[in-house]
């Protein structure tokens, strides 16, 4: 790749109860960091042909379902060769039922199995350990088991091929949700991994919650910030790596 050549990267950016604007804002500054990287923007996948002229596609969202239409264009960029980078509730469509619960039908089972999972529940923010699981793997070699606080430990279910590069341990029943129980068989659970599809590959990275004063209206008037993962350096480190790796560059 020559130093020169300009690199086209598209990410989307809209997740409902979280702080949209302030991730999009940390990872437009982590794309600025290579001179060559030329980023487009977006709520949503509408723009699928822009998305599959690019060579990265990095997405932060939470409820947001692309159309039949925007799946076949997100499978056709997989399958030739694109990367898609997704974090934390891009697995994530939810439905609220009588009681309050959440629930998280699976209303897209063909764009749950091009990311390689479906979130599924999570009980309360809380600290946890996430280890290492590949120390041999670029995207993860020379980092050390690290710590996160306030974080939403993710319980989902697996689809398809993944390469587990993180994981962490935990088992407390999602009491919001309305399958609670969900996950709490099993201690360990993927925080990142890898999952091919055609001649392309998702990167997922369940870490990165984030959430502003204003974010859970109308559930909560005004909610304390949480900044969650994007607290630690270490997440950032996996973020650097994660886009040089979505470039071809890692």
Known sequence: MA???????????NARFHDTNFARLELLKLLAENEDIHTRVADSF??????????LLITYTCD???TPEEQQ?????????GRWFALHATNALLEFVAGGKVDTPDRAPDYMKLLGSRFIAHPANQAFRVRVTDIAHPLTAAIEDFDVEDEEPYYCEALGEQTVLLEATYSARS??????????DRENHPQ????PWGDGQVLYLSLGHCAGKHDMKPLV?????????WNSPVYYELLRRGIRWGIGAL
């Open 3 to 13: 130093a020169s050549e300009k690199i086209d990267v598209y990410l989307v950016c």
């Open 192 to 195: 990142m991994y890898l999952h």
């Open 73 to 81: 264009g997100l499978a056709r960029f997989l399958e030739n060769g």
């Open 175 to 184: 009491e919001g949700y309305v399958r609670a129980d969900y996950g709490t």
């Open 221 to 229: 008037d005004i909610f304390p910030v949480v900044r969650g993962s």
């Open 64 to 66: 947001l379902q692309p």
């Open 46 to 55: 509408k723009d699928i042909d822009a998305i599959n002229t690019s060579r």
